[in-house]
């Protein structure tokens, strides 16, 4: 499994949405919300907008905390 990632608009950052998945491909053509790590702003994205992390360990401690 592995963790998707965005860019965060305003910092230009990849940020983890904290979801968990094997494919992006698995995820619905919807438009979803987050609260972001680098800016505290909400984004808006779909999964064009989206990529999947490799390995990801760090972005999984970041959601937790």
Do not use: F
């Amino acid at each position: 499994m592995a963790i998707i990632m965005i860019t965060c608009p305003s910092e230009g950052r990849a940020v983890s949405t904290g979801i968990e998945v094997s494919d992006v491909d698995q995820l619905p053509a919807v438009t979803a919300t987050m609260v972001c790590s680098a800016c505290g702003g909400e984004h808006e994205w779909t999964k064009s907008q989206a990529w999947l992390s490799n390995g990801g360990e760090q972005y999984r401690k970041a959601v937790a905390a």
